[in-house]
């Protein structure tokens, strides 16, 4: 399998994804607030762009997973430094968090707990779908 291949074409139907979720959240706050047209250009066009950009790395590093020789704990911990990198990047360009380095800090420690709640999930569910096949294995002896 080409995993670059694959990763361009998760990410160009991660862009289309990603700038119509921003559109969608656009809409809803420009109703509940009522913005009445008048958004700065600057604005709109950042707010694509970094959408644009998220969506692409969103679908672009779910292909780590298909690689079969790497264990699960490889993946997810590239997925991790890819979108981890991604998001802060993106998070501090769109202004979505406060200055400082308390807002930062909460930030990455939460994306950390998330990880590491998937992980732990993850490790869960095989050992015991682990059980359940080897007991399906021993009846069958």
């Known amino acids: 399998m080409n995993y670059f291949k694959e990763a361009l074409k998760r990410g160009a139907l991660g862009i289309t994804v990603g700038t119509f979720i921003w559109q969608v959240i656009f809409c809803i706050e420009a109703y509940a607030y009522g913005i009445d047209g008048n958004v700065p250009e600057r604005m709109v066009v950042d707010g694509l762009f ?11 590093a779910s292909v780590v997973f298909k690689v079969e020789w790497w264990s699960e704990l490889k993946k997810l911990v590239i997925h991790f430094v890819i979108l981890g990198g991604v998001f802060s990047i993106a998070s501090i360009l769109g202004k ?19 990880y ?24 069958k002896n």
Not at 100 to 111: D, E, L, M, Q, T
């Open 50 to 60: 970094i959408a644009g950009v998220l969506g692409f790395f969103m679908s672009a």
């Open 116 to 139: 590491v709640c998937i992980w732990i999930s993850f490790r869960v569910y095989w050992k015991a779908r682990i059980r359940e096949i080897n007991g399906k294995l021993e009846n």
């Open 96 to 114: 979505w968090m406060p200055e400082g380095v308390g807002p930062k800090i909460g930030y990455a420690a939460i994306f950390v707990l998330i």
